[in-house]
């Protein structure tokens, strides 16, 4: 058996683990629950994939997109690790066919999402799978305290009680101690080892700047900080908006988001990747799970609604630990706009009801219906059909989501499968039944060869025509006809987006939603927004120091390099003293001058000066009428 070391020069070729991999790789391989909080870009996947490496069995991994399930699948097949992943929008077939192998031990990951737990099929197969480790990506999804709520996850501590003896590894890059308490409870942990790296990114320089000309001050940055960039902002046509600037004033750039093909999306992202295109402009569809750490800057020209994306999505910059800037650009509008957004996307029940209700007609959805079953969904369609506001509509989906009663994919793109499902002589004896065929049969083995009997296999209609010399709508229907006389079963690819009804069809006005809970997580995220608020004005305290506060990180050191911080070098207020000082003078508000005066007699008056003059300035301090000196 392989040391973790060995595993990881092996598949990952590195020499070294990074900053606690290794302790919590030798927490999980000596069967301890554990909770790994790593930043972004520390390497959490190493964590669960080395020891899955090497425990007896399969590893199965629970996350909650369908984008960072296909993306570590795909590095794990480039490295030769037999993985599969299990989504919405995948034929029944399909997803029997990667359970048989899970069962056969032909697999040593399984990616699924937490709604697919409790799934009859898979539970049926989970008794007779040797499972070695359970993983859990994303954990803080499973607090109401998080800022990305998931319900499914709150079944995972049922799920467990199939595999009781297996251990379980939770891993997220952003929570705070509310939430770690609420993983390892939710989840069930049983005496966990934790570990949690500093949330500071020493070589990462965060920046705010106001401003109403958004595009001009992003041109600024960007000719001033050469190297890779991603730029976001919060919708698709912004994307394209601001990619269309950067090009016109000379620097190469495209733009990406979730609505695209999986080709384009796939050519745009290979092509930043390879430094052809410089600066991505994208919505947060992009980034989560690429490997590319030489980004030098990341600019937010829009307000995240929480600290914790912002600072994933910020964390993209500067992997290589060099040195690297996080610049976040608004004004007050874009506060104003987040606050409004916060109200419309708690649309009233009667809303919630009525929306469900359409779903079920749009679809004609018997009682009783079939868990999973999976549609194409046009929001702009559905919404006029039924004379909805789409806007209100999108947000009583995602609510309706959130609760577990349906699931949605954002213009996923599935691309096309196909698998021979007849025996051979059955094939055979087809193409003597059916010559017009016989060559179109034979043109699928001789390009995708004998696999496509054993597995799906991803086509190209486009491929099969150029070598059968045929039209697109041609191979189509020959397909169709294959997968008519079960010769074949074949998966055309989709291209919109997909629902799917997770329970079966409830009554509109008595749905299982926990209104309680919905009211929370809008309390909550309310909070959020202050955080963000504060965060995005204040201009008196390091920058970093405040997203570790936030993180509950206790730590008095500021980073040196944020904006906040150079300007306080620049004053002459760096150092011990200052901060001791500092303290003082916050501890004792509100007060007034001349107590502050006779509790600090002794000190550096003209430090003490310097001090009360920025705080003053930067709008932390301020005086009442009654002559107090108090915190704003």
């Known amino acids: 058996m392989l040391l973790p070391e060995e595993i990881l020069k092996k598949y990952w070729g590195y020499n070294y683990f990074r900053p606690l991999q290794n302790e919590i790789i030798n927490s999980v391989l000596a069967k301890n629950d554990t909770l790994a909080l790593l930043p972004t870009g520390g390497g959490k996947s190493i964590c669960f994939q080395v020891p899955g490496m090497i425990v007896d069995g399969i590893c199965i991994v629970v996350s909650p997109l369908i984008a960072l399930m296909k993306d570590q699948v795909r590095q794990l097949k480039e490295r030769n690790i037999a993985c599969e992943a299990i989504y919405s929008g995948m034929k029944f077939s399909e997803i029997e066919g990667i359970l048989d192998d899970a069962v056969d031990g032909k697999l040593k990951f399984l990616y699924v999402s937490p709604e697919r ?75 966990p080892n934790i570990f949690v790296q500093s949330f500071a990114r020493n070589n990462l320089s965060y920046s705010v700047i106001e401003s109403d000309q958004k595009e001009t ?149 018997a009682f009783e219906s079939e868990v999973f079953e999976s549609f194409d969904f046009e929001i702009q369609n559905f919404a006029a059909t039924f004379g909805l506001n789409v806007r209100l509509t999108h947000y009583a989906l995602k609510l309706l989501e959130s609760q577990g009663l349906i699931y949605l994919s954002d213009a996923y793109f599935n691309p096309s499968k196909l698998k021979i499902i007849a025996n051979p002589n059955d094939f055979y004896n087809f193409q003597i039944r059916n010559p017009s065929l016989e060559f179109f049969c034979k043109t699928l083995l001789r390009i995708y060869g004998g696999e496509i009997y054993a597995n799906y296999i991803n086509i190209s209609e486009q491929e099969i025509g150029n070598a059968y010399n045929a039209s697109l709508n041609e191979v189509l229907q020959n397909l169709e006809l294959l997968d ?149």
Not at 136 to 157: N, T, V
Not at 270 to 287: L, P
Not at 595 to 612: A, F, T, V, Y
């Open 117 to 191: 737990l409790k799934a009859k099929n898979f539970q049926a197969r989970i008794n007779y799978m040797k499972v070695g480790l359970l993983a859990i990506d994303e954990a803080h999804c499973i607090s109401k305290w998080g800022y990305d709520f998931r319900p499914a996850y709150l079944q995972i501590d049922e799920f467990k009680k199939l595999i009781p003896a297996v251990s379980t590894i939770a891993l997220t890059a952003t929570a705070t101690q509310k939430v770690r308490n609420d993983i390892i409870d939710k989840l069930g942990l049983k005496k």
């Open 217 to 365: 001050k992003l041109l600024q940055i960007l000719k001033k900080v050469e190297g890779t960039a991603i730029v976001y902002t919060k919708t698709r046509s912004r994307t394209v908006e601001f990619s269309k600037f950067l090009k016109a004033n000379g620097i190469s750039s495209d733009y990406y988001h979730a609505g695209l093909s999986l080709k384009e999306r796939n050519k745009k992202q290979e092509d930043w990747i390879n430094n052809i295109t410089r600066v991505m402009v994208s919505t947060n569809a992009f980034g989560m799970g690429i490997d590319k750490p030489d980004v030098r800057c990341v600019v937010h020209v829009d307000l995240c609604e929480n600290l914790e994306a912002y600072y994933q999505e910020s964390g993209r910059a500067g992997r290589d630990n060099q040195k690297a800037y996080a610049v976040s650009l608004y004004n007050i509008n874009d506060i104003e706009n987040l606050e409004t957004n916060l109200d419309l996307k708690y649309p009233e029940s009667a809303f919630l009801s009525k929306v469900y209700q359409c779903l079920c007609n749009y679809y004609k959805l």
């Open 484 to 632: 008519k006389h079960q010769i074949i079963d074949y998966s055309p690819q989709k291209s919109v987006p997909q629902l799917g009804f997770l329970t079966p069809r409830q009554d509109a006005d008595n749905l299982s939603i926990n209104h309680k809970e919905i009211e929370s997580r809008k309390i909550n995220e309310k909070k959020a927004l202050r955080s963000v608020r504060f965060y995005t004005e204040q201009t008196a305290k390091c920058r970093m120091l405040l997203i570790q506060d936030y993180f509950d990180e206790n730590t008095s050191k500021t980073c040196g390099i944020c904006d906040v911080c150079l300007k306080m070098k620049k004053l002459g207020l760096v150092g011990e003293k200052n901060q001791e000082i500092t303290s003082k003078i916050l501890s004792l508000l509100p007060t007034t001058p001349s107590n502050l005066e006779n509790q600090l007699i002794g000190e550096d008056n003209s430090l003490i000066s310097k001090i009360l003059k920025f705080y003053f300035e930067s709008g932390q301090l301020a005086m009442d009428g009654q002559g107090l000196i108090y915190k704003k």
